[in-house]
């Protein structure tokens, strides 16, 4: 099997070209390739599908093999294959992921995709569709018990649940053990990814994430998105901010005419390459 590792600002994935066929349980193959000491090493696996209501379809699926309806970073470097790759000549893109149809805009340099604008759509806030249990409406500075200490989060879903916290330092965040716990609390039904804030100015935001399903990470593009709702609505930020992360920034616009989240950030690849499927599945389940 063919692949190509590309990230977002850090946040790497495996990607496949499955626009004329599709591998056979990709939810374990995402496991497979996702193990960083035997396997590919990546946060996850992405497919990118032939697809007849938008330009191209892609499959998230985290580094454990669950499912993911939309990822930010892994979304822009989609663009970037089927472009670099020859599968397209557009520089606007609609591609379907999780069922819902995002717009890319593409910048172009020396033939090669820079970096990817995005609209991300409008953020849901009712509790019900992020899912998060709460009453009421939008839960903005929400108290929450986590590990015998109460914390203050603001629920937001970019087309995936996430749980922002605004804190002094995340500097020095022992988010291997709080982030489980955030992940796995019993107020959110599909389990959460959860960002973890501290401001630097009005228009620039710091934040590392937790994810669901693969741990932390260097970057989350719809966590960046998250993170720039959540910081409007507590009146830290302004509506154009940029989100630093571990891997790099991203420019995060939330508009106020279409109410619509805008990313933009770049996208890079690392290495293609090929692998035995069966050689892969003894090597990682070796113990």
Not at 15 to 20: Q, R
């Amino acid at each position: 099997m063919k692949f190509t590792k590309m990230h977002g600002i850090g946040n790497d994935y495996v990607y496949m070209d499955c626009t004329k066929e599709a591998p056979e349980n990709p939810e374990e193959l995402a496991r497979l390739v996702s193990d960083r000491h035997k396997g590919i090493g990546a946060d996850g696996l992405i497919l990118i599908k032939a697809c007849e209501e938008a330009d191209f379809e892609m499959a998230m699926y985290n580094a454990d093999g669950s499912y993911g309806k939309m990822c930010g970073n892994g979304i822009r470097c989609v663009a970037k294959y089927v472009y670099d790759n020859g599968l397209t000549d557009k520089k606007e893109l609609n591609i379907l992921s999780g069922g819902a149809l995002k717009h890319l805009k593409l910048t172009v340099k020396d033939g090669k995709v820079e970096k990817v604008r995005v609209n991300m759509g409008e953020p849901i806030l009712e509790p019900g569709r992020i899912p998060v249990i709460g009453e009421g409406g939008a839960l903005v500075g929400e108290p929450i018990v986590v590990d015998n200490q109460v914390y203050e989060m603001t629920c937001v879903s970019m087309g995936n649940p996430h749980a922002v916290i605004f804190l002094d330092d995340v500097d020095h965040l022992k988010i291997e053990e709080i982030g489980p716990s955030f992940e796995n609390h019993e107020r959110f039904p599909d389990r959460v990814n959860t960002e973890f804030v501290s401001r630097i100015d009005r228009k620039h935001l710091k934040m590392r994430v937790w994810e669901r399903g693969s741990g932390e990470t260097m970057a989350c593009g719809t966590g960046a998105c998250a993170v720039a709702v959540a910081a409007v609505l507590n009146g830290l930020a302004e509506r154009d901010v940029i989100v630093h992360l571990l891997g790099g920034a991203l420019e995060i616009s939330w508009n106020e005419e279409d109410n619509c989240v805008y990313m933009t950030g770049p996208a890079a690849t690392a290495y293609t390459g090929e692998f035995d499927p069966e050689e892969l599945k003894a090597s990682v389940n070796q113990k």
